[in-house]
C-alpha cells in the first residue's frame, strides 16, 4: 500500500506533460491554418526534385509586375471607339441604302409595265373627275350600274367629239394653213433681209439648201420615225382602251376594290391607311376638277383672243391649250409658244405679239387667281416641289410621268400629313394618364379675369379636395 502513492504521482505528471505536448501542437496547427499557402508552390519537405519539363513550365511561367511599375491602360471595345455621330449616320446610311434599292427595283419593274401603269393611273384621274357625277345620279334614285353606264358613256362621248371637232378642224383649214405659212415664210424672209441684222438673201439660201439636203440625207431615220411613231401610236390605244376598261370598274366597283386593297395592308397599319385613303381621294378629286376648270378657262380665254385676232386653227390650239394644262408650269410655256408660233408664221410679227400678250395675261390671271381660288387649301404643293416632280416624271415616263407627277406628290403629301399626325394622337392616347402636379401643368388653364363660372374645377369628382400648390390634394 506504500507504493501506491508514488505511482498516482508519476501517472499525474505523464499525463499533464502530455496534454501540454497536445495544446502545443494544437496551436501550431492553428497557426499553419491561418497562414494560406499556395497550393502550386510545394513545401521544402514535400517538394519533388524538378525535371527539365518543369524547369520550362517554371520559365514560362511570367510572375506579375511589381508594384512600383507604370499600368498599361486597356484597349477599349472598337464600337466605343467610334464616335457617336458617325455611328448615327453608318445606322442611317444602310437604311438608306436599302430604301434606295427597294426604290431602284420598284421603278424598274414600273418600266417594264409602264404602258399598264399609266394607263391606271389615267383611269384613276378620269374616275376622280367623274365619281362626283356617279354619286349625284345615285342620289337621284338610279341604280349604281345605270349610274355609271350613263357617266362613262357621257363621258367617253364628249371626249370623242371633242377629238372628232379638233381632227376636223384640222383637215378643214389644212390647205388654208400651209399657203398662210409659204406667205408668211416669204414675209419673214422679206423681213430678215430688211432688218438691221444684215442677213443676204445668199445666206437664207444657204439655210434652205442645208435644210433640204439634211432632209434628204436622213430619209431612212424619218422613216425610221415615222414607223416609231406607227408603234407608238398601237401602244396609244392600247393604252386608252385599258384606261376605259379600268375606269369602268373604277366607277362601279371602286369601294369594293379598296376594301380588298385594305386587306393586303398589315393589321396594326390598317386603321392608319383606312384613314389616309379617303383623304388622299378627297385631294385626288380636288385636284382634278380644278385643274379641269382652270384648263378649261385657259383654252376658252385664249381661244377667243386668237380667233379675234384672225389666227387660223383656233379651236385645235384652243384644244391643245386645254390638254397641255394639265402638265404644271411646263405645259402653259409650250402650249402658248405653239400659239405664238403659229401665229408669226400666218398672220406676221404683230399678231405673234399680240397673241403672247393675250396667252401671257391669261396666264397671270389663272397662276395669281383661278388656282389659289379653285384649288384653295385642298392642293397645297410648293412651287419647288412641282418643278422638281415635273422634271422627274418627264424624264423617267415622258410626258405621261409629267402629267401623273404633280397629283402623286399632291396625294403622297396628303397621305404623309394624315399619318404623322394619326401616329402622335395614337401615342398620345396610349401614354399613361399624367397625375399629381404634371396633371396641373398639363390641364387647361383658364384665361385671366374669366367669370368664376366658366374656370375649370382643379380635381375632378374621385379627388374632391384642395391643393396646396405642390400638387398634393388636402382633405
Do not use: C
Amino acid at each position: 500500500m506504500s507504493r501506491l502513492p508514488g505511482w498516482l504521482d508519476r501517472l499525474g505528471t505523464e499525463l499533464t506533460d502530455l496534454g501540454e505536448r497536445l495544446g502545443k501542437r494544437k496551436t501550431e496547427a492553428e497557426e499553419e491554418a491561418a497562414v494560406p499557402v499556395d497550393p502550386s508552390v510545394p513545401s521544402a519537405s514535400t517538394a519533388p526534385v524538378p525535371d527539365d519539363a518543369d524547369r520550362r513550365g517554371a520559365v514560362d511561367h511570367v510572375p506579375p509586375p511589381p508594384a512600383y511599375a507604370p499600368s498599361v491602360a486597356a484597349r477599349p471595345d472598337p464600337v466605343a471607339a467610334i464616335p457617336w455621330s458617325m455611328r448615327v449616320a453608318a445606322e442611317a446610311g444602310w437604311r438608306l441604302l436599302v430604301l434606295a434599292g427597294t426604290l431602284w427595283v420598284l421603278m424598274k419593274v414600273i418600266s417594264t409595265v409602264q404602258l399598264v401603269v399609266l394607263a391606271f393611273v389615267a383611269a384613276l384621274l378620269v374616275t376622280a373627275m367623274l365619281q362626283p357625277t356617279v354619286a349625284r345620279l345615285k342620289r337621284y334614285g338610279l341604280p349604281r350600274g345605270l349610274a355609271t353606264a350613263v357617266t362613262a358613256i357621257l363621258g367617253f362621248v364628249i371626249i370623242g367629239l371633242v377629238g372628232w371637232f379638233v381632227v376636223w378642224q384640222v383637215m378643214d383649214n389644212i390647205d388654208t394653213l400651209s399657203d398662210k405659212v409659204r406667205a408668211g415664210i416669204e414675209e419673214l424672209k422679206r423681213w430678215l433681209l430688211n432688218s438691221p441684222f444684215h442677213v443676204t438673201e445668199q445666206q437664207i439660201n444657204d439655210v434652205a439648201k442645208n435644210l433640204s439636203d439634211t432632209i434628204g440625207t436622213n430619209t431612212d431615220e424619218i422613216t425610221s420615225a415615222g414607223l416609231q411613231g406607227v408603234t407608238v401610236m398601237v401602244e396609244f390605244l392600247t393604252g386608252m382602251l385599258l384606261a376605259m376598261f379600268s375606269t369602268l370598274f373604277l366607277l362601279y366597283d371602286g369601294k369594293r376594290i379598296w376594301h380588298w386593297v385594305l386587306k393586303l395592308v398589315p393589321a396594326q397599319a390598317r386603321p392608319g391607311v383606312a384613314g389616309a385613303g379617303p383623304r388622299a381621294w378627297r385631294t385626288l378629286t380636288a385636284y382634278v376638277r380644278g385643274t379641269v376648270i382652270v384648263a378649261l378657262i385657259d383654252a376658252i380665254f385664249i381661244g377667243l383672243g386668237i380667233w379675234f385676232l384672225d389666227v387660223p386653227m383656233a379651236v385645235p390650239l384652243a384644244v391643245f391649250i386645254f390638254l397641255f394644262a394639265f402638265i404644271p408650269l411646263v405645259g402653259a410655256v409650250i402650249s402658248g409658244a405653239l400659239a405664238v408660233v403659229v401665229a408669226l408664221v400666218t398672220e406676221g410679227v404683230f399678231t405673234a405679239l399680240m397673241v403672247l400678250a393675250v396667252v401671257l395675261l391669261v396666264q397671270q390671271i389663272e397662276g395669281h387667281v383661278l388656282q389659289p381660288f379653285i384649288l384653295g387649301r385642298a392642293v397645297r404643293v410648293h412651287p419647288l416641289a412641282v418643278v422638281l416632280s415635273v422634271a422627274a416624271g418627264g424624264m423617267i415616263a415622258g410626258i405621261g410621268g409629267a402629267v401623273v407627277a404633280v397629283p402623286l406628290v399632291a396625294v403622297t403629301n396628303t397621305v404623309v400629313g394624315y399619318l404623322r399626325a394619326y401616329g402622335q394622337e395614337e401615342a398620345l392616347r396610349h401614354a399613361p394618364s399624367p397625375r399629381g402636379a404634371t396633371a396641373l401643368d398639363v390641364a387647361p388653364t383658364p384665361a385671366p379675369g374669366s367669370p368664376p363660372e366658366d374656370r375649370e374645377p382643379e380635381h375632378d369628382e374621385g379627388n374632391r379636395g384642395t391643393n396646396d400648390g405642390n400638387g398634393n390634394g388636402k382633405r
